[in-house]
T-cell receptor, first 114, second 114 residues
Framework: GAGVSQTPSNKVTEKGKYVELRCDPISGHTALYWYRQSLGQGPEFLIYFQGTGAADDSGLPNDRFFAVRPEGSVSTLKIQRTERGDSAVYLC????????????FGQGTRLTVV | TQLLEQSPQFLSIQEGENLTVYCNSSSVFSSLQWYRQEPGEGPVLLVTVVTGGEVKKLKRLTFQFGDARKDSSLHITAAQPGDTGLYLCAGAPSPGAGSYQLTFGKGTKLSVIP
């Protein structure tokens, strides 16, 4: 596609539920990143994929968070047992290669845990 | 942990005025990027500066990277209402473990009043 696409745009879920957030990167981009942006803050790094593998998952806050990229294109961020503190905008970005850190961002998924 | 501090946090100016936004850190970055983010959208890359002392111009926007590659500034000449948005700086650390994650500042929220 022309840009990074994220679905859904908005997600409201109840505390304790499981959610999946999807990211379609720019075609041909091998590097994919997930960031989280809380209100009034800049994006915070969560995880970086190079191809199918998670090259750096040091930003995942705890083991309730998990992400996959099974075919090296689409990625899914999975959050188990959601908590109100997980409410934020989840941003996905891609770049042509891991060495090029100029990232192209999607519009984000706004997650609200009630 | 590398931190980027942006100042001011909020800025409201009249159309036609000049302004400067600052991005400072105690850490050295291999490159620094500036993004602009509008409500409900992901950040959009404006420029990347790589070399200490580098100056880049993008129409009415002038970006400078400090000699020691620890700080940067964004200067806007004759601001327009269309410049309104959240300006984020992001640093890429020197190559190494986790070197592809960007560290973002909290951003400067700019409002240009017609």
């Amino acid at each position: 596609g022309a840009g990074v696409s994220q679905t859904p745009s908005n997600k409201v879920t109840e505390k304790g539920k499981y959610v999946e957030l999807r990211c379609d990167p720019i075609s041909g981009h091998t590097a994919l990143y997930w960031y989280r942006q809380s209100l009034g803050q800049g994006p915070e790094f969560l995880i970086y994929f190079q191809g199918t593998g998670a090259a750096d998952d040091s930003g995942l806050p705890n083991d309730r968070f998990f992400a996959v990229r099974p075919e090296g294109s689409v990625s899914t961020l999975k959050i188990q047992r959601t908590e109100r503190g997980d409410s934020a905008v989840y941003l996905c970005a891609s770049s042509p290669s891991g060495q090029n850190t100029e990232a192209f961002f999607g519009q984000g998924t706004r997650l609200t845990v009630v | 942990t590398q931190l980027l501090e942006q100042s001011p946090q909020f800025l409201s100016i009249q159309e036609g005025e000049n302004l400067t936004v600052y991005c400072n850190s105690s850490s050295v970055f291999s490159s620094l990027q500036w993004y602009r983010q509008e409500p409900g959208e992901g950040p959009v890359l404006l420029v990347t500066v790589v070399t200490g002392g580098e100056v880049k111009k993008l129409k009415r926007l002038t970006f400078q990277f400090g000699d020691a590659r620890k700080d940067s500034s964004l200067h806007i000449t004759a601001a327009q209402p269309g410049d309104t948005g959240l300006y984020l700086c992001a640093g890429a650390p020197s190559p190494g473990a986790g070197s592809y994650q960007l560290t973002f500042g909290k951003g400067t929220k700019l409002s240009v009043i017609p």
